[in-house]
């Protein structure tokens, strides 16, 4: 059984900053991303990271968010700063063995559609 439990959620003012993490059983995924879904949207990829550390970023949060992972700890990680009240969403942990195959290589685009593992999200909700 593949668990992905996500922490760190909670309640921060705009102009803030958080970090979410994300235990994983099982750290050998190929690729592992954070998704979220704010009330009454549909759920939209946030950040995504290739076991060569690759990442991808959707125009929404790049410039002011990190994503990485801890290999040997088996933790994914996702920091965000100058949070937005429109970042106010439930944050979901993703991860699978492979990814859409670009030309000859395998890749790990932000927002993928295959992920096969899910993790039971945590709420972060921005003030303004």
């Known amino acids: 059984q593949v668990d992905l439990v996500e922490s760190g959620g909670g309640s921060v003012e705009a102009g803030g900053s958080l970090r979410l993490s994300c235990g994983a059983s099982d750290i050998t995924y190929f690729c592992m991303a954070w998704f979220r879904q704010a009330p009454g949207k549909e759920r939209e990829g946030v950040a995504s990271?290739?076991?060569?550390?690759?990442?991808d970023y959707a125009d929404s949060v790049k410039g002011r968010s990190t994503i990485w992972r801890d290999n040997a700890k088996k933790i994914l990680f996702l920091e965000i700063t100058s949070l937005k009240p429109e970042d106010t969403a439930t944050y979901y942990c993703?991860?699978?063995?492979?990814?859409?195959?670009?030309?000859?290589?395998?890749?790990?685009?932000?927002?993928?559609?295959?992920?096969?593992?899910w993790g039971k999200g945590t709420l972060v909700t921005i003030s303004s």
């Open positions: 990271v290739d076991n060569k550390g690759r990442r």
């Open positions: 993703a991860a699978v063995h492979g990814g859409p195959v670009v030309g000859s290589e395998v890749t790990c685009p932000v927002g993928y559609s295959g992920m096969d593992y």
